[in-house]
């Protein structure tokens, strides 16, 4: 199983980038994330889920609510001073986002048809903020098919759209986070 994360998904005009992670940097069933003390900078990003129940390569995007039958949410925690280091170094940045259990995802997810407009709340402590499938450029179909473009996409794997602005977790926050009012996520970061 891979992750594919897709960043810059923003209504920002920007060009999309994909990264990928390994099995075991996710973290379920609302564990407590743990800060690692390689980072004094950790960073997270929210968005949606999808979870590939078919092979997928260079697929068109009409095709693409074959490939998937879930959607959830997920929260994707960066080393963001690793990711400065190692860019002003030109090293590769995987060391940044890759390690064990640095992506919590939802162990409940729901049917594409219950995603509708997609608001995800998120709150973080004593901060809360609020975003629509609408507010991100592409859709979920669209985000499959661009993932399936550059990798192959097999049963199991998971496609990730960011669809918040990099957050600043700090330790005793307790991450919620819901899909149309269905809480999905809820986890401690210590």
């Not at 997270?44 to 590939?52: Q, S």
């Not at 959607?71 to 090293?91: H, K, M, P, S, T």
């Not at 700090?170 to 986890?187: H, K, M, R, Y």
């Amino acid at each position: 199983m891979k992750i594919v994360s897709i960043y810059n998904a923003l209504a920002s005009g920007e060009d999309l980038w994909l990264t990928e992670r390994s099995d075991s940097s996710v973290l379920r069933n609302n564990d407590n994330f743990y800060m690692p003390t390689f980072s004094k900078d950790m960073q997270c990003t929210v968005g949606y889920m999808l979870r590939v129940t078919r092979l997928a390569k260079c697929m068109n995007e009409k095709f693409a609510p074959r490939c998937y039958d879930a959607v959830g949410v997920a929260v994707a925690f960066v080393a963001q001073d690793v990711v400065e280091r190692n860019c002003a170094l030109g090293r590769p940045c995987d060391e940044a986002y890759c390690f064990d259990k640095s992506f919590a995802v939802s162990p409940e997810s729901v049917t594409p048809d219950y995603v509708g407009e997609g608001v995800v709340d998120i709150k973080i402590g004593n901060s809360q903020c609020s975003t629509k499938l609408g507010d991100i450029k592409i859709s979920l179909d669209n985000a499959l098919s661009k993932a399936s473009e550059m990798l192959t996409l097999k049963m199991g794997d998971i496609v990730f759209i960011a669809a918040t602005e990099p957050l600043k977790p700090q330790i005793g926050d307790t991450i919620q986070v819901s899909l149309n009012g269905a809480e999905l996520l809820n986890f401690e970061v210590k």
